[in-house]
């Protein structure tokens, strides 16, 4: 090996090693904002969470959905702290980083298990729809029968008055002029 071909090899390492030097700093500088975007998560699903209000079927399918909504945040931050594996971390990071692993895969399967609970609410919130339409309607029919049994009833114009404004809650009633008007 000549002289000049060392020297462009020891070129061509310093240049390597430079390079590296600098992704490393880089990396850093993405396991900081990956930390970053982790603490904000965590006041995010804080603020999702409170005020609780545990088996109401409404606001725990609202909650999955605001999870769900926010995944991409927490998958962002875990992939630019778990950026470079090892290298260039220091010895507290290390530790933190396969908590963080450990936590990521938790997490994932707590949001599979989510669908359930969605299924489950979904069904249970079209039993209470349901329920209360047929509450409503058997209400609506209720009133309907007792208007028709009162109006059976009317012989008289002065009845037919009297039964008119007591079903109006606004006091609009019609001017019953003759019995012609009262029979239709």
Same mark, same amino acid.
């Given at each position: ?5 060392? !020297? ?61 909504? &926010? ?66 309607? !058997? ?32 006091? &609009?009633?019609?001017?019953? !002029? !003759? ?6």
């Amino acid at each position: 090996m000549t002289k000049l071909d060392g !020297n462009k090899l020891t070129e061509s390492v310093e240049d390597i090693r430079q390079f590296n030097f600098s992704v490393l700093r880089s990396a850093t500088l993405l396991h900081w904002i990956g930390y970053g975007l982790l603490v904000l998560t965590v006041f995010d699903v804080v603020e999702t969470l409170i005020p609780p209000n545990f088996m109401n079927p409404a606001w725990e399918l609202q909650t999955i959905g605001a999870l769900v909504e &926010r995944v991409p945040v927490p998958l962002l931050g875990l992939a630019l702290v778990f950026y470079g594996e090892r290298h260039g971390r220091e010895r507290w990071e290390v530790l933190v980083v396969k908590v963080l692993s450990w936590l990521a895969l938790v997490l994932g399967v707590l949001y599979f298990l989510l669908i359930p609970l969605g299924i489950i609410n979904t069904v249970r919130i079209n039993k209470q729809a349901s329920t209360q339409i047929t509450t409503q309607v !058997n209400r609506g029919m209720t009133q309907f029968q007792q208007v028709k049994d009162a109006l059976e009833k009317v012989n008289t114009e002065a009845e037919m008055e009297k039964l008119l404004a007591s079903l109006s809650s606004e006091g &609009r009633t019609p001017d019953i !002029n !003759n019995s012609q008007e009262l029979e239709r």
